[in-house]
């Protein structure tokens, strides 16, 4: 569909503060609706990034465009764009609905249309009942909703979220977390949005870019990321996972390593000889017993275990000194020193060479 | 921890004998009596009543009051945007322009009042109140300044950014969010900048001839001529003054900050 | 910045600070350029080269009565840092560590002495020190002494005064210091075997000497430039450098050396300022 427009277009985005390049050649485009997630850890770039696109920064080189109109040497406010800032940055000397109210107030609308919106906005996010309060006699949960209505109440063509989540507790976060994602959703609202918490990111988003030192090293659904990262940092980032340094030797070329040597999964371009790391999901080990067999498999003994209420994880070092991430079922009893015997399919590994899947 | 009764009985100590002059001033303010002298003589009116018929006193209270207001409001608008350029600004102006305008606080007063009167005089103005108010005003900025600048670094960058972002420019940014933000610091700020004012002697002494006399210098004037009790009840009044505006300035600037 | 940006550009800032420079410069540089000039003889509206002379300078140098006059200042200023700083500490540990709901009534009495004004407080220990004042009847009413003691003029009643009035600038910085210092480290030091004197000796001082030494500092140079108090509380012969100057305008009427006596006192005062600047070093503990 390439007449459909963006709402949101980056294109090679770079920002350099004294020749040091925060964002390096950045670029994404987002269709009407979509949920991204800038993901990254702190200093990747994910927050210079969002202040770009809201205004607070001005890229060094590259474009912006938000419904193929260019906004990247405009002010923040004749962006049309929502945000909701870490800890809200509500106004602390104005009420609710002043706060709500704020956007439209700015843009000269008619008294009496903020006080109407003021309400359809606070029933969107059910604050309806708090509108006469200051920001201070709210709890954490409530600012948050007062936030994000204060940001849709103009009827943005974007919506940013500055990792809103961070101040609340785990179960109001998760909580918030549905909700909000099914009511951006209901309304259609393109949204970026910035975490470093990778549960957050692959359970709200429609895509996740994953970033480092200020360039995407990959760009993707979040089950892509997980299941088929494309350089070695992503994978490392994204879940758990067991590397295994070793060469590609021979012909047909095996994988070898100090703890044996294994068949090398299908890649998309022929791999070569030469170093490389052999990369297994935690599910994707399984505990051998004499009835299984498994394509590769190694011998090591227990060194930690450790369980997650709904699952349970295993370390298992070999001889060598690797160790391995094995998922193992939650009832699996096995005392730290056992020896055990782990397997896989090669179908279910990957490989990379020089940081890129193979 | 426990901290016993020594330290708040002591504090408590320190405390009345910070308070005992100005209540020894109060008491013989109501001596009858032509000088002044302890016990007190008697209990009366007549040095409360004496001083509004004094024209000297009575004009210097209005000058006071308009050099005081006049210099704290003119501090406060041009000590405003510098706080608001020394939160922004790069490393000149915070190691060097913050400290410079700053540093009247530092300077001797009498060596301030007196710099003041020779250049005044080289420009051939006669002495009025606007030197007074050029010099207060001087005064005033150091203490408008660390106020509002302590304020506004308190305030998370956030609030400025989600009004931009919700559509206010640089202007309504500042008026609607900045401006309400400050607003306690900087009524402090100028409160205070107003009390050096109605109390300084040493920068308007040189600076004041019978038509500008201020409230201090004059009742400085009677203290080196004379112990009448009419200068302790002029001192009250004064003290007076100054409780009501730090207390108004205390419901003007509200305490509406999170 | 470019439009985009919301941080305010090198030009913004030169805006913001104009009218405050010019104020600034107008009202106090202009002035302390005057005196500077006319310290060496120069009369600033026909300047010359030809008057330029340091023969004020010399005078100040040569005459062993004004070199003890600014060695009186400085000790002048010494001592009642000194004093304050012992009087003030304790109350402002108190009003740190206090949860008292008394403190925030403490906070305003700790005010009054910068509030009320200096012709509030001189007249105030007048009457409490006057030969008919509160200590002397006290003393002769209950017959501890028969003739009034001479209490009024001199340094003792100048002291006691300055104490006073540079009070409030002592105790804030030392609450500020106080406050930053974690509770818990005096609980631990408690644990630890240290008695109070000793936790006080051992943590507390040492982690208030910044306070401390900010307080010091400023009521070190507002006791050096302080006028009223001492010309009122000494009496004759208590000379100080701003009772010289104003002695020097009201009755000898030399400018030129007024100006020397200025520009020495701003001397003393440049130099505190830049140690207090090194000792803050961006803290704000005032």
């Known amino acids: ?358 | 921890m426990r901290t016993g009764w020594g330290l708040p009985l002591y504090a408590t100590f320190i405390g009345f004998l910070l308070l005992f002059p100005l209540a020894i001033v109060v008491a013989v303010s109501f001596d009858p009596g032509v000088y002044i002298r302890f016990p007190v003589t008697g209990f009366s009116p007549r040095w409360y009543v004496r001083m509004w018929a004094d024209e000297t006193i009575v004009l210097s209270i209005v000058n006071s009051l308009i050099v005081g207001f006049s210099s704290s409001l003119i501090g406060a608008i041009v000590a405003i945007p510098a706080a608001l350029a020394v939160t922004h600004g790069g490393r000149f102006v915070k190691a060097a322009v913050y400290p410079f305008l700053l540093s009247p606080f530092a300077m001797p007063w009498l060596v301030y009042g007196l710099g003041i009167l020779f250049f005044w005089g080289l420009t051939g103005l006669r002495l009025s109140l606007w030197t007074l108010i050029v010099g207060h005003t001087v005064l005033a900025i150091p203490y408008v300044l660390r106020v509002t600048l302590a304020v506004l670094r308190s305030m998370p960058p956030n609030l400025v950014r989600a009004a931009r972002v919700a559509g206010a420019s640089p202007w309504q940014a500042f008026r609607y969010v900045t401006l309400p933000y400050i607003r306690s610091g900087v009524t402090a700020g100028v409160s205070f900048a107003l009390v050096v004012s109605l109390t300084n002697i040493p920068v308007s002494l040189f600076l004041t001839t019978a038509d500008n006399i201020t409230l201090p210098v004059a009742i400085f004037n009677y203290m080196i001529n004379n112990f009448e009790p009419l200068v302790a009840a002029v001192s009250a009044v004064q003290v007076l003054m100054i409780g009501v505006i730090i207390y108004a300035a205390r419901i003007v600037g509200g305490v509406d900050r999170a | 910045m470019g439009a985009g940006g919301i941080a305010i550009g090198r030009r913004g800032i030169t805006i913001l600070l104009l009218p405050v420079v010019a104020i600034v410069t107008a009202g106090y540089v202009l002035p302390g350029l005057v005196l500077l000039v006319m310290s060496f003889g120069v009369v600033p509206t026909r300047p010359s080269w030809a008057q330029f002379t340091l023969e004020h300078y010399e005078r100040l140098l040569g005459d062993v009565y004004y070199a003890r006059i600014i060695g009186y200042t400085l000790f002048f200023g010494l001592i009642v840092a000194t004093i304050t700083a012992l009087i003030a500490f304790p109350v402002g540990y108190y009003l740190a560590r206090s949860r008292s709901r008394l403190t925030s009534l403490y906070a305003v009495v700790t005010f009054t002495p910068l509030a009320v004004g200096m012709n509030m407080l001189t007249l105030g220990w007048m009457v409490i020190l006057s030969r008919t004042g509160f200590v002397n009847s006290l003393l002769t009413g209950t017959g501890i002494v028969t003739e009034p003691l001479h209490l009024l003029y001199g340094w003792g009643a100048v002291i006691v005064g300055m104490v006073h009035v540079t009070f409030t600038f002592m105790v804030l910085p030392i609450e500020a210091v106080v406050r930053q210092i974690d509770p818990a480290l005096e609980k631990a030091a408690r644990t630890l075997g240290a008695g109070p004197l000793r936790t006080f000796w051992e943590v507390v001082l040492p982690l208030s000497l910044q306070g401390i030494a900010a307080g010091f500092l400023i009521v070190f140079l507002q006791v050096c430039g302080a006028f009223v108090l001492p010309l009122l509380l000494g009496g004759q012969g208590f000379t100080v450098v701003p009772i010289a100057i104003w002695e020097q305008i009201t009755v000898s009427s030399d400018r030129p050396f007024a100006s020397v006596l200025s520009v020495t006192l701003i001397l003393v005062s440049l130099i505190v300022m830049m140690l207090q600047l090194r000792i803050a070093r961006g803290k704000d503990l005032v």
């Not at chain 1, 002010?75 to 509500?90: D, H, K, S, T």
Request: aromatic share 6%.
């Open chain 1, 1 to 358: 569909m390439p007449d459909l427009p963006y709402d949101l277009e980056l294109i090679a985005v770079s920002k350099s503060y004294d020749e040091n390049a925060v964002v390096n050649d950045v670029s994404f485009a987002m269709k009407k609706g979509e949920f991204l997630s800038l993901l990254g850890p702190s200093g990747c770039g994910k927050t210079t990034t969002l202040s770009m696109i809201a205004g607070f920064e001005t890229p060094t080189r590259g474009e912006i465009k938000i419904r193929n109109e260019r906004i990247d040497d405009r002010p923040p406010e004749r962006r049309n764009i929502g945000m909701v800032f870490q800890n809200y940055a509500l106004f602390p000397h104005m009420k609710v609905a002043e706060n709500i109210g704020f956007g439209l107030r700015m843009r000269g609308t008619p008294r009496a249309e903020i006080a109407q919106r003021v309400i359809e906005s606070a029933r969107l996010v059910k604050v309806e009942h708090l509108l006469d309060r200051l920001p201070r006699q709210l709890s954490g949960g409530q600012q948050q909703r007062v936030a994000l209505a204060r940001a849709l109440i103009v009827q943005p063509a974007l919506l940013l979220l500055d990792e809103p989540f961070g101040a609340l507790d785990r179960l109001l976060r998760e909580e918030m977390q549905i909700e909000v994602r099914s009511l951006l959703k209901r309304l259609g609202i393109t949204t970026v949005f910035v975490t470093h918490d990778q549960d957050e990111a692959l359970s709200m988003s429609d895509r996740v870019a994953v970033m480092f030192a200020g360039n995407i090293g990959q760009i993707d659904m979040p089950q892509a990321l997980y299941d088929s990262p494309r350089t070695e940092l992503v994978a490392g980032f994204i879940g758990k996972a067991t590397f295994i340094p070793g060469r590609l030797e021979g012909d047909p070329l095996r994988f070898v390593s100090p703890d044996g040597t294994f068949d090398v999964p299908a890649t998309h371009a022929p791999p070569s000889s030469g170093d490389a790391t052999y990369f297994l999901r935690p599910e994707a080990i399984r505990i051998a017993t004499n009835a299984s067999h498994y394509q590769n498999e190694v011998s090591g003994s227990v060194i930690a275990s450790t369980f997650f209420g709904d699952r349970k994880m295993i370390m298992v070092g070999t001889p060598s000194d690797q160790r391995f991430l094995v998922a193992v079922d939650r009832s699996t009893a096995l005392e730290i020193g056992a020896p055990v015997r782990i397997g896989w399919m090669t179908a279910h590994a990957a490989l990379f060479q020089g940081g890129l899947r193979q």
